[in-house]
Protein backbone atom coordinates (compact mmCIF):
# COMPACT_ATOMS: atom_id res chain seq x y z
CA UNK A 1 0.00 0.00 0.00
CA UNK A 2 3.14 2.47 0.18
CA UNK A 3 4.58 2.10 -2.78
CA UNK A 4 8.33 3.81 -3.27
CA UNK A 5 9.99 4.50 -6.40
CA UNK A 6 13.40 3.69 -7.73
CA UNK A 7 16.47 4.59 -5.13
CA UNK A 8 13.92 5.96 -2.76
CA UNK A 9 12.73 2.96 -0.74
CA UNK A 10 13.62 4.33 2.76
CA UNK A 11 9.93 3.34 4.28
CA UNK A 12 10.12 -0.15 2.62
CA UNK A 13 13.95 -0.94 3.66
CA UNK A 14 12.70 0.35 7.26
CA UNK A 15 9.81 -1.72 7.39
CA UNK A 16 12.28 -5.15 5.76
CA UNK A 17 14.71 -4.65 8.64
CA UNK A 18 11.81 -4.51 11.65
CA UNK A 19 10.36 -7.80 10.15
CA UNK A 20 13.52 -9.23 9.83
CA UNK A 21 14.23 -8.26 13.45
CA UNK A 22 11.36 -9.16 14.75
CA UNK A 23 12.40 -12.67 13.25
CA UNK A 24 15.52 -12.26 15.47
CA UNK A 25 17.62 -11.54 12.54
CA UNK A 26 20.57 -9.48 13.60
CA UNK A 27 23.25 -9.43 11.26
CA UNK A 28 22.06 -6.83 9.18
CA UNK A 29 23.44 -4.13 7.17
CA UNK A 30 21.49 -1.30 5.66
CA UNK A 31 22.17 1.71 3.24
CA UNK A 32 23.83 -1.13 1.20
CA UNK A 33 24.03 0.70 -2.58
CA UNK A 34 22.14 3.76 -1.28
CA UNK A 35 18.80 1.91 -0.07
CA UNK A 36 19.77 -1.78 0.05
CA UNK A 37 19.19 -4.29 2.71
CA UNK A 38 21.75 -7.14 3.33
CA UNK A 39 20.88 -9.90 6.10
CA UNK A 40 22.65 -13.10 6.64
CA UNK A 41 21.47 -15.94 8.21
CA UNK A 42 24.34 -17.73 10.18
CA UNK A 43 24.08 -21.63 10.06
CA UNK A 44 24.45 -22.46 13.46
CA UNK A 45 27.46 -25.11 12.30
CA UNK A 46 29.67 -21.69 11.15
CA UNK A 47 31.29 -23.00 8.61
CA UNK A 48 30.37 -23.78 4.79
CA UNK A 49 29.47 -21.40 1.94
CA UNK A 50 27.37 -18.54 1.40
CA UNK A 51 24.43 -18.52 -1.08
CA UNK A 52 21.90 -15.45 -1.88
CA UNK A 53 18.70 -14.62 -2.30
CA UNK A 54 17.54 -11.64 -4.34
CA UNK A 55 14.48 -9.50 -3.83
CA UNK A 56 13.56 -5.92 -5.66
CA UNK A 57 11.89 -3.28 -3.38
CA UNK A 58 10.87 -0.51 -6.04
CA UNK A 59 7.79 0.72 -7.39
CA UNK A 60 6.32 2.36 -10.55
CA UNK A 61 5.08 5.67 -11.36
CA UNK A 62 1.76 4.89 -12.43
CA UNK A 63 -1.51 5.02 -10.45
CA UNK A 64 -3.18 2.06 -9.58
CA UNK A 65 -5.87 0.65 -10.70
CA UNK A 66 -6.60 -2.18 -9.25
CA UNK A 67 -9.86 -1.01 -6.71
CA UNK A 68 -8.25 -3.73 -4.20
CA UNK A 69 -8.74 -2.91 -0.62
CA UNK A 70 -4.62 -3.03 -0.21
CA UNK A 71 -4.13 -1.01 -3.30
CA UNK A 72 -1.52 1.80 -3.38
CA UNK A 73 -2.50 4.52 -1.04
CA UNK A 74 0.09 6.62 -2.96
CA UNK A 75 -1.38 8.01 -6.25
CA UNK A 76 1.20 7.88 -8.93
CA UNK A 77 2.76 5.07 -7.46
CA UNK A 78 2.02 1.44 -7.75
CA UNK A 79 4.02 -2.03 -7.37
CA UNK A 80 2.84 -2.91 -11.03
CA UNK A 81 6.20 -5.14 -11.54
CA UNK A 82 5.18 -7.33 -8.42
CA UNK A 83 7.99 -6.29 -6.32
CA UNK A 84 6.21 -5.98 -2.76
CA UNK A 85 5.54 -9.39 -3.59
CA UNK A 86 9.40 -10.44 -4.40
CA UNK A 87 9.76 -8.50 -0.70
CA UNK A 88 7.27 -10.32 1.13
CA UNK A 89 8.29 -13.93 -0.56
CA UNK A 90 11.99 -13.02 0.64
CA UNK A 91 11.05 -11.98 4.06
CA UNK A 92 8.83 -15.53 4.21
CA UNK A 93 12.22 -17.22 3.01
CA UNK A 94 14.01 -15.11 6.20
CA UNK A 95 11.66 -16.61 8.67
CA UNK A 96 11.63 -20.68 7.28
CA UNK A 97 15.47 -20.48 7.29
CA UNK A 98 16.00 -18.61 9.96
CA UNK A 99 13.86 -21.35 11.90
CA UNK A 100 15.58 -23.95 10.66
CA UNK A 101 19.84 -22.52 11.11
CA UNK A 102 20.52 -25.28 13.12
CA UNK A 103 20.42 -27.51 10.20
CA UNK A 104 21.68 -25.45 7.37
CA UNK A 105 25.08 -26.23 6.04
CA UNK A 106 25.85 -22.86 5.31
CA UNK A 107 25.26 -19.17 5.30
CA UNK A 108 21.98 -17.46 3.37
CA UNK A 109 22.15 -13.71 2.80
CA UNK A 110 19.36 -12.49 1.98
CA UNK A 111 19.51 -9.28 -0.55
CA UNK A 112 16.82 -6.63 -0.49
CA UNK A 113 17.69 -4.13 -3.70
CA UNK A 114 16.66 -0.92 -4.97
CA UNK A 115 15.82 0.33 -7.85
CA UNK A 116 15.60 -2.48 -10.15
CA UNK A 117 13.01 -0.60 -12.97
CA UNK A 118 15.99 1.62 -14.85
CA UNK A 119 18.41 2.50 -12.03
CA UNK A 120 20.50 -0.82 -11.67
CA UNK A 121 20.42 -1.14 -7.81
CA UNK A 122 21.82 -4.50 -8.37
CA UNK A 123 24.91 -3.02 -9.50
CA UNK A 124 25.06 -0.53 -6.60
CA UNK A 125 24.71 -3.34 -4.44
CA UNK A 126 27.38 -4.77 -5.71
CA UNK A 127 29.87 -2.74 -5.81
CA UNK A 128 28.62 -1.72 -2.20
CA UNK A 129 29.86 -5.15 -1.62
CA UNK A 130 26.94 -7.16 -1.04
CA UNK A 131 28.52 -10.42 -2.64
CA UNK A 132 31.18 -10.09 -0.34
CA UNK A 133 32.12 -10.77 3.61
CA UNK A 134 31.11 -13.72 3.55
CA UNK A 135 32.06 -14.29 -0.09
CA UNK A 136 28.45 -15.48 -2.56
CA UNK A 137 29.06 -18.77 -4.22
CA UNK A 138 25.61 -18.60 -6.29
CA UNK A 139 22.49 -16.65 -6.11
CA UNK A 140 18.91 -17.22 -6.82
CA UNK A 141 15.48 -14.93 -7.04
CA UNK A 142 12.17 -15.41 -8.60
CA UNK A 143 9.98 -12.77 -10.78
CA UNK A 144 6.37 -13.05 -10.89
CA UNK A 145 4.70 -13.62 -14.22
CA UNK A 146 1.44 -13.32 -15.98
CA UNK A 147 1.56 -15.78 -18.39
CA UNK A 148 2.10 -19.17 -15.84
CA UNK A 149 -0.80 -20.39 -13.33
CA UNK A 150 -0.81 -18.91 -9.86
CA UNK A 151 1.59 -20.21 -7.87
CA UNK A 152 3.31 -22.40 -10.18
CA UNK A 153 7.01 -21.93 -10.90
CA UNK A 154 8.73 -21.47 -14.62
CA UNK A 155 11.94 -22.33 -15.57
CA UNK A 156 13.97 -20.61 -18.35
CA UNK A 157 17.30 -23.08 -19.68
CA UNK A 158 19.81 -20.37 -20.92
CA UNK A 159 18.54 -16.83 -21.98
CA UNK A 160 15.67 -15.65 -19.57
CA UNK A 161 15.94 -11.95 -19.97
CA UNK A 162 17.52 -9.39 -22.64
CA UNK A 163 20.29 -6.68 -23.20
CA UNK A 164 18.64 -3.50 -22.91
CA UNK A 165 20.37 -0.38 -24.88
CA UNK A 166 18.55 2.68 -25.14
CA UNK A 167 18.74 4.63 -28.55
CA UNK A 168 18.09 7.86 -29.46
CA UNK A 169 18.49 9.52 -33.18
CA UNK A 170 18.32 12.80 -34.71
CA UNK A 171 17.70 13.48 -38.15
CA UNK A 172 18.43 16.87 -39.30
CA UNK A 173 17.11 18.24 -42.13
CA UNK A 174 16.39 21.96 -43.51
CA UNK A 175 12.92 23.46 -42.91
CA UNK A 176 11.00 25.06 -46.15
CA UNK A 177 7.20 26.05 -46.80
CA UNK A 178 5.39 22.68 -47.39
CA UNK A 179 4.39 23.62 -50.74
CA UNK A 180 7.92 23.90 -51.72
CA UNK A 181 9.44 20.79 -50.48
CA UNK A 182 12.53 20.96 -52.84
CA UNK A 183 13.92 23.79 -51.50
CA UNK A 184 14.29 21.78 -47.93
CA UNK A 185 15.21 18.58 -46.46
CA UNK A 186 11.74 16.99 -44.82
CA UNK A 187 13.24 15.32 -41.99
CA UNK A 188 9.48 13.69 -40.85
CA UNK A 189 9.87 11.72 -44.70
CA UNK A 190 13.46 10.73 -44.09
CA UNK A 191 11.88 9.40 -40.86
CA UNK A 192 9.97 7.53 -42.14
CA UNK A 193 12.51 6.19 -44.25
CA UNK A 194 14.40 5.64 -41.60
CA UNK A 195 12.04 3.40 -39.69
CA UNK A 196 11.01 1.00 -42.26
CA UNK A 197 14.94 0.81 -43.24
CA UNK A 198 15.93 -0.46 -39.58
CA UNK A 199 12.84 -2.65 -39.29
CA UNK A 200 13.69 -4.50 -42.85
CA UNK A 201 17.81 -4.57 -41.28
CA UNK A 202 16.27 -6.20 -38.41
CA UNK A 203 14.03 -8.80 -40.45
CA UNK A 204 16.07 -9.33 -43.21
CA UNK A 205 20.16 -8.91 -42.30
CA UNK A 206 19.80 -10.69 -38.36
CA UNK A 207 19.70 -13.91 -37.59
CA UNK A 208 15.79 -14.75 -37.18
CA UNK A 209 16.78 -17.81 -34.99
CA UNK A 210 18.66 -15.01 -32.25
CA UNK A 211 15.59 -13.06 -31.00
CA UNK A 212 15.76 -9.43 -31.01
CA UNK A 213 14.24 -6.79 -31.81
CA UNK A 214 14.51 -2.58 -31.85
CA UNK A 215 11.43 -0.58 -30.90
CA UNK A 216 10.82 3.09 -31.52
CA UNK A 217 8.26 4.71 -28.25
CA UNK A 218 8.87 8.29 -29.04
CA UNK A 219 9.45 10.12 -31.92
CA UNK A 220 9.09 13.87 -31.83
CA UNK A 221 9.28 16.52 -34.68
CA UNK A 222 7.97 19.53 -36.43
CA UNK A 223 6.25 22.77 -35.45
CA UNK A 224 3.06 23.44 -37.74
CA UNK A 225 1.82 21.46 -40.55
CA UNK A 226 2.77 23.88 -43.31
CA UNK A 227 6.54 23.83 -42.35
CA UNK A 228 9.07 20.98 -43.38
CA UNK A 229 10.25 20.17 -39.89
CA UNK A 230 13.85 21.15 -39.52
CA UNK A 231 14.26 18.17 -36.93
CA UNK A 232 13.18 14.36 -35.77
CA UNK A 233 14.19 12.76 -32.73
CA UNK A 234 13.35 9.19 -32.15
CA UNK A 235 13.86 7.29 -28.57
CA UNK A 236 13.51 3.63 -28.70
CA UNK A 237 14.93 0.51 -27.06
CA UNK A 238 17.27 -2.47 -28.86
CA UNK A 239 16.76 -5.66 -27.02
CA UNK A 240 18.78 -8.58 -28.07
CA UNK A 241 20.69 -11.50 -26.39
CA UNK A 242 23.66 -12.45 -28.64
CA UNK A 243 27.01 -9.79 -28.63
CA UNK A 244 26.96 -10.46 -32.06
CA UNK A 245 23.35 -9.61 -32.91
CA UNK A 246 23.70 -6.28 -30.96
CA UNK A 247 27.00 -5.17 -32.49
CA UNK A 248 25.63 -5.60 -35.80
CA UNK A 249 22.72 -3.24 -35.04
CA UNK A 250 24.66 -0.47 -33.76
CA UNK A 251 26.93 -1.00 -36.47
CA UNK A 252 23.66 -0.80 -38.72
CA UNK A 253 22.62 2.23 -37.00
CA UNK A 254 25.75 4.50 -37.11
CA UNK A 255 26.80 2.97 -40.22
CA UNK A 256 24.98 2.30 -42.80
CA UNK A 257 21.60 4.17 -41.39
CA UNK A 258 23.83 7.34 -41.65
CA UNK A 259 24.45 6.50 -45.29
CA UNK A 260 20.56 5.94 -45.88
CA UNK A 261 19.21 9.53 -44.09
CA UNK A 262 22.32 11.35 -46.09
CA UNK A 263 21.83 10.16 -49.40
CA UNK A 264 18.46 12.33 -48.96
CA UNK A 265 20.36 15.05 -47.91
CA UNK A 266 19.61 14.80 -44.40
CA UNK A 267 22.11 14.23 -41.28
CA UNK A 268 22.01 11.84 -38.87
CA UNK A 269 22.96 11.35 -35.06
CA UNK A 270 23.09 8.18 -33.00
CA UNK A 271 23.44 8.07 -29.60
CA UNK A 272 23.53 4.51 -27.55
CA UNK A 273 23.07 4.55 -24.47
CA UNK A 274 23.73 0.94 -22.49
CA UNK A 275 21.27 -0.69 -20.03
CA UNK A 276 20.91 -3.88 -18.23
CA UNK A 277 23.19 -6.86 -19.56
CA UNK A 278 21.25 -9.99 -20.66
CA UNK A 279 20.76 -12.69 -17.99
CA UNK A 280 22.08 -16.54 -18.74
CA UNK A 281 20.55 -19.10 -16.58
CA UNK A 282 23.29 -20.92 -14.66
CA UNK A 283 22.33 -24.60 -15.17
CA UNK A 284 23.37 -25.51 -11.65
CA UNK A 285 21.81 -22.91 -9.67
CA UNK A 286 18.38 -23.25 -12.00
CA UNK A 287 18.66 -26.83 -11.12
CA UNK A 288 18.64 -26.34 -7.29
CA UNK A 289 15.51 -23.97 -8.05
CA UNK A 290 14.10 -26.98 -10.04
CA UNK A 291 14.55 -29.52 -7.61
CA UNK A 292 13.53 -27.35 -4.86
CA UNK A 293 10.24 -26.24 -6.68
CA UNK A 294 9.64 -29.88 -7.36
CA UNK A 295 9.86 -30.78 -3.20
CA UNK A 296 7.79 -27.70 -2.15
CA UNK A 297 4.99 -27.48 -4.42
CA UNK A 298 4.60 -30.94 -6.37
CA UNK A 299 5.87 -32.03 -10.05
CA UNK A 300 3.01 -30.36 -11.32
CA UNK A 301 2.99 -26.70 -10.65
CA UNK A 302 6.97 -26.76 -11.97
CA UNK A 303 7.15 -26.16 -16.07
CA UNK A 304 10.11 -25.61 -18.62
CA UNK A 305 9.35 -22.50 -20.67
CA UNK A 306 10.32 -22.55 -23.89
CA UNK A 307 11.43 -18.87 -24.86
CA UNK A 308 12.83 -16.37 -22.87
CA UNK A 309 11.65 -12.84 -22.76
CA UNK A 310 12.95 -9.81 -24.15
CA UNK A 311 12.45 -7.96 -21.05
CA UNK A 312 15.43 -6.53 -18.96
CA UNK A 313 16.22 -7.23 -15.36
CA UNK A 314 19.47 -5.89 -13.17
CA UNK A 315 19.91 -9.50 -11.64
CA UNK A 316 21.75 -10.19 -14.79
CA UNK A 317 24.62 -8.28 -12.90
CA UNK A 318 25.16 -10.49 -10.28
CA UNK A 319 25.77 -13.10 -13.33
CA UNK A 320 27.92 -10.31 -14.70
CA UNK A 321 29.67 -10.22 -11.38
CA UNK A 322 31.06 -13.73 -12.01
CA UNK A 323 28.36 -15.34 -9.49
CA UNK A 324 26.51 -18.43 -10.94
CA UNK A 325 23.19 -16.93 -10.42
CA UNK A 326 19.47 -17.82 -11.98
CA UNK A 327 15.89 -16.38 -11.93
CA UNK A 328 12.64 -18.49 -12.42
CA UNK A 329 9.16 -17.38 -12.76
CA UNK A 330 6.68 -16.80 -10.49
CA UNK A 331 3.08 -17.65 -11.60
CA UNK A 332 0.04 -15.23 -10.79
CA UNK A 333 -2.27 -16.08 -13.75
CA UNK A 334 -6.03 -17.33 -12.14
CA UNK A 335 -8.52 -16.75 -14.29
CA UNK A 336 -11.89 -17.93 -11.95
CA UNK A 337 -10.44 -15.39 -9.44
CA UNK A 338 -10.07 -12.64 -11.82
CA UNK A 339 -5.85 -12.29 -12.06
CA UNK A 340 -5.42 -11.97 -15.48
CA UNK A 341 -3.64 -8.83 -15.70
CA UNK A 342 0.41 -8.96 -16.32
CA UNK A 343 3.37 -6.57 -14.83
CA UNK A 344 3.69 -3.05 -15.90
CA UNK A 345 -0.29 -2.26 -16.24
CA UNK A 346 -2.06 -0.42 -14.20
CA UNK A 347 -4.82 -3.52 -13.23
CA UNK A 348 -1.78 -5.65 -11.94
CA UNK A 349 -2.78 -7.84 -9.30
CA UNK A 350 -2.14 -11.40 -7.90
CA UNK A 351 -3.54 -13.68 -5.22
CA UNK A 352 -1.33 -13.15 -2.33
CA UNK A 353 -2.40 -15.84 -0.20
CA UNK A 354 -1.45 -18.44 -3.07
CA UNK A 355 1.61 -17.00 -4.65
CA UNK A 356 3.57 -15.72 -1.51
CA UNK A 357 3.53 -18.52 -0.01
CA UNK A 358 4.78 -20.51 -3.05
CA UNK A 359 7.27 -18.00 -3.42
CA UNK A 360 8.55 -17.89 0.02
CA UNK A 361 8.80 -21.91 0.17
CA UNK A 362 10.78 -22.34 -3.62
CA UNK A 363 13.10 -19.72 -1.92
CA UNK A 364 13.79 -21.04 1.15
CA UNK A 365 14.13 -24.31 -0.02
CA UNK A 366 16.39 -23.40 -3.39
CA UNK A 367 19.01 -21.78 -0.46
CA UNK A 368 19.22 -25.21 1.41
CA UNK A 369 19.69 -26.85 -2.21
CA UNK A 370 22.25 -24.93 -3.29
CA UNK A 371 24.18 -24.60 0.38
CA UNK A 372 24.28 -28.22 0.67
CA UNK A 373 25.59 -28.51 -3.04
ZN1 LIG B 1 9.32 -4.10 -14.07
ZN1 LIG C 1 10.31 -6.40 -12.05
Do not use: W
Not at 153 to 169: K, P, S, W
Amino acid sequence: MYPEPSMEEHETAAYVVERLREMGLDEIRTGVGETGVVCLIRSAKKRGKTVALRADMDALEMTEETGAEYASRKPGLMHACGHDGHTACLLGAAAILHGMRERLPGNVKLIFQPGEEGSAGALKMIEDGCLERPKVSAIAALHVFGDLQSGAIGLNRGYITAQTDEVRLTIKGVSAHAARPHTGVDSISVAAQALIAIQQFIARHTDPIDRRLVTFGIIEGGSRSNILAPEVNLSGTIRTFEPKSRAAIINFLKKDLRKLVGAMGAKLRVSIEEGYPPLRNDDGVLDAIQVAARETLGEGRVHELAVPSLGGEDFAFFAKAGVPAAMARLGVLDEAKGFVSTVHRSDFDFDDEVVLPAGAATLAQTAVRMVGS
